[in-house]
């Protein structure tokens, strides 16, 4: 039987964290990983959540989504349904699930642009928990076709360098700038 941790664990060790706040999510992360037989388990007050953005290369736009209880414009995403064990299946369920684009596929390739820590409030029953969040940049050619799931949950096309330029939260800016540094056109900085 194959080891369900098996693509979470060759995305970490292949993973370079890009900064020092980075490189202590990774780490914690990766004891999540080695300690925990379901590192996304819901129940737990750290879990790893698959996420991305969603971009369309040609108009260097990004898409974001309302988010309600983080009262935030973030990129699509969410937690790891029963038998998935792959973050980038996860990230790409989500944003079609999210979005309503039927094509999306990881760009420039599936390599996993940031991990970030985040804090997520108590809602109802469920306690304040934090997410490891494994990002990645996936892309469509019908940017038009985006549809919100529902009404609390729209969606709105930004020019990444807006996107960078309007983000008050530190890890979501610095996802952004990543994600406009692939965008760029060679020769461009």
């Known amino acids: 039987m194959a080891d369900p941790l098996a693509p979470l664990t060759a995305l970490l060790e292949d993973y370079r964290a890009?900064?020092?706040?980075?490189e202590t999510d990774l780490a914690r992360v990766r004891e999540l990983v080695e300690t925990s037989d379901?590192?996304?388990d819901r129940s737990t007050p750290l879990h790893v959540t698959g996420s991305a953005f969603v971009v369309h290369p040609d108009t260097r736009r990004v898409l974001l989504r309302w988010h309600e209880r983080q009262q935030a414009w973030l990129h699509v995403g969410g937690h790891f349904d029963s038998g998935e064990t792959d973050p980038l299946d996860v990230a790409l369920r989500e944003g079609r699930e999210e979005t309503g684009l039927p094509d999306l596929a990881p760009w420039?390739?599936?390599r996993l642009v940031h991990l970030a820590v985040v804090p997520v409030p108590a809602k109802g029953a469920e306690p304040a928990h934090e997410h490891a969040d494994l990002r990645f940049v996936l892309a469509t050619d019908v940017p038009g076709a985006a549809s919100a799931e529902r009404p609390g949950a729209p969606l709105r096309w930004?020019?990444?360098?807006e996107a960078v330029a309007s983000s008050d939260l530190p890890n979501l800016s610095e996802s952004l700038a990543r994600v406009e540094r692939l965008v760029r056109p060679p020769g461009v900085r």
């Open 18 to 22: 890009q900064d020092p706040v980075e």
């Open 158 to 161: 930004l020019p990444l360098s």
């Open 108 to 110: 420039p390739d599936a």
């Open 38 to 40: 379901a590192p996304w």
